[in-house]
């Protein structure tokens, strides 16, 4: 897969597939969502690692999965994953969108993209990682079981993303971590991230001087 994709180009195959929004529950993440951080603001530049691939979520869509970076403005790190098949996502476009700390198998699957987005085969397993989001997203968090094959979403496009998102998802059964959700107060998808360990420190001692300073008043 060529990651040289022109911008124009990747904006048409995010948006392609993303119009529909048969499925769509602003609340997937209510209970996830642990404390208000604030607001941020930042663009998606490209999408990489990644593929174009095919899912089914409603309808058949044809769609770039994979990481997005970014270019934050006030972000706490400069890559994200899609957590959001409801809304469309352009290029270069910046979006608003309110920083919680979240705790749930998003932030498992996302503490292992360190270790497993290595060696060969980056693009695929771009894929798988995205992949095995939305499966937890628009399956998982209204109660259906963690497969593929079926549900509100499903994919069968590429079997060895399938093999390595089912690998994803088998492993963190169970399993949950800190991660950022960003949810988008103007339109753009909803986004995960993983705290950098300094940030994530900086908002702990943060939120415990606040909540001392309470108790003391």
Known sequence: MNRNITLRALTAVIATGLLYSAFANPTLFNTDRRL???TVTLKVTQVSPGITTQVVYGSTMNLWAGQYVLNPTTAP??????????RVMHLNQTYTYELWLAYGQVGALLKRRDSFLVGADLNRKGA?????????AHDS??????NLSNGAFRYAADTQVVNYANTL?????????Y???LRSTNGG???AMVPEPTSLLAMVVGVGGIVMRRRLR
Do not use: H, K
């Open 169 to 177: 998802l088998s492993q963190t059964v169970g399993q949950a971590d």
């Open 141 to 146: 968090t209204r109660g259906n079981p963690r």
């Open 128 to 136: 798988a990682l995205q992949i095995a989001l939305w499966e937890v």
């Open 36 to 38: 208000f951080l604030g």
């Open 179 to 181: 991660y950022y959700f």
């Open 77 to 86: 790190y400069n890559w994200a994953f899609c957590v959001d098949l409801d």
């Open 189 to 191: 998808q909803n986004l």
